[in-house]
């Protein structure tokens, strides 16, 4: 399957709880986020045949904050996936925040034993985005809840990786203050496609405070192409901003917030 087809497959399957038949064994990936946890299911070709998704709190700054609620959550959603496919998961990928200390890798594994999961392989979120988009070379700029990750990539793997607190929490934070209103109405009206024009002249001076974020980290650098992704690039004009302050191309996917758990599922070596 074409990639971009896989993942517009994949974002698809989350969102209706719909299932593909798979051809040969099937393979989960957990993606532990600051505002979203994902579990994907691929099958023996990397094809997508399942996703499930919650709303979380249980990571913070890259580390799980909430260590029962997060044990709890890829618990249900595995069983979930596991009634609606027909199989069973012992082992499972799991995703970390690039660059993180051993101690921080070991929290997020843990997560998965606890879970009933041994852990198949521990991917860096970027890696695992880059393997959903095809790239191997090239930069990818994760614009999540809490942070911006901009991360270069070199043979598919980890060149260098920066993170820094601006996400889409900012963004709420600054609606709700210019609107007086609270965080959660204020979260709410950032993703109403209805006022999309005013949510984007609020949350601008954010983007490109992002976009300077990653503009920094990749002067100097000789790369090649530039993805954005994480949900906070939802924002429908999110990647022109990025292309207006990196004077570059920007290429965003359909549904950003699903190259990283998807990639996480995914055999990088199939
Ligand atoms: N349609 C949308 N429009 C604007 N923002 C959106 C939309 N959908 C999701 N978001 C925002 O995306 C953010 C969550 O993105 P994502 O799931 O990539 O973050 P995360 O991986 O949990 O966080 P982090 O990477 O910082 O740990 C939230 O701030 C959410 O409000
Ligand atoms: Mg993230």
């Given at each position: 399957?074409?990639?971009?087809?896989?993942?517009?497959?994949?974002?698809?399957l989350v969102?209706?709880?719909?299932?593909?038949?798979?051809?040969?064994?099937?393979?989960?990936g957990?993606?532990?986020?600051?505002?979203?946890?994902?579990?994907?299911?691929?099958?023996?070709?990397?094809?997508p045949?399942?996703?499930a998704?919650?709303?979380?709190?249980?990571?913070r700054?890259?580390?799980?904050?909430?260590w029962?609620?997060?044990?709890?959550?890829?618990?249900?959603?595995?069983?979930e996936?596991?009634?609606?496919?027909?199989?069973?998961?012992?082992r499972?990928?799991?995703?970390?925040?690039?660059?993180?200390?051993e101690?921080?890798?070991?929290?997020f594994?843990n997560v998965?034993?606890?879970?009933?999961?041994?852990?198949?392989?521990?991917?860096?979120?970027?890696?695992?985005?880059?393997?959903?988009?095809?790239?191997?070379?090239?930069?990818?700029?994760?614009?999540g809840?809490?942070?911006?990750?901009v991360?270069?990539?070199?043979?598919?793997?980890i060149?260098f990786?920066?993170?820094?607190?601006t996400g889409?929490?900012?963004?709420?934070?600054?609606?709700?203050?210019a609107?007086?209103?609270?965080y959660?109405e204020?979260?709410?009206?950032?993703t109403s496609?209805?006022?999309?024009?005013?949510v984007?002249?609020?949350?601008?001076?954010t983007?490109?405070?992002?976009?300077?974020?990653?503009?920094?980290a990749l002067?100097?650098?000789?790369?090649?192409?530039?993805h954005?992704?994480?949900?906070a690039?939802?924002?429908?004009?999110?990647a022109?901003?990025?292309?207006?302050?990196?004077?570059?191309?920007?290429?965003?996917?359909?549904?950003?917030l699903?190259?990283?758990p998807?990639?996480?599922?995914?055999?990088r070596?199939p």
């Open positions: 399957m074409e990639q971009r087809n896989a993942l517009e497959r994949f974002a698809q969102r209706t709880g719909a299932v593909d038949p798979g051809d040969g064994a099937v393979r989960l957990v993606d532990l986020g600051t505002a979203n946890i994902v579990l994907a299911v691929v099958d023996g070709t990397n094809a045949v399942a996703g998704w919650r709303h979380s709190s249980v990571v700054d890259g580390v799980v904050v909430d029962l609620g997060a044990v709890s959550s890829v618990s249900d959603l595995k069983s996936l596991e009634g609606r496919i027909g199989a069973t998961f012992d499972a990928a799991v995703t970390v925040p690039p660059g993180v200390d101690g921080t890798r070991k929290v594994t998965l034993e606890a879970a009933g999961l041994g852990v198949s392989e521990v991917v860096d979120e970027p890696v695992a985005a880059a393997t959903a988009l095809g790239l191997t070379d090239g930069a990818v700029i994760d614009i809840h809490g942070t911006t990750g991360s270069l990539l070199r043979d598919g793997a060149g990786s920066v993170d820094q607190a889409g929490h900012h963004m709420t934070l600054v609606i709700s203050g609107k007086g209103i609270d959660e204020a979260e709410q009206f950032k496609t209805a006022q999309a024009d005013l984007f002249g609020l949350v601008r001076p983007l490109e405070k992002m976009a300077t974020i990653a503009a920094d002067r100097g650098h000789d790369v090649r192409e530039i954005l992704v994480g949900g690039s939802t924002l429908p004009r999110a022109e901003v990025f292309e207006g302050v990196l004077g570059e191309p920007v290429r965003r996917p359909a549904h950003p699903f190259p990283t998807y990639g996480t599922a995914m055999r070596t």
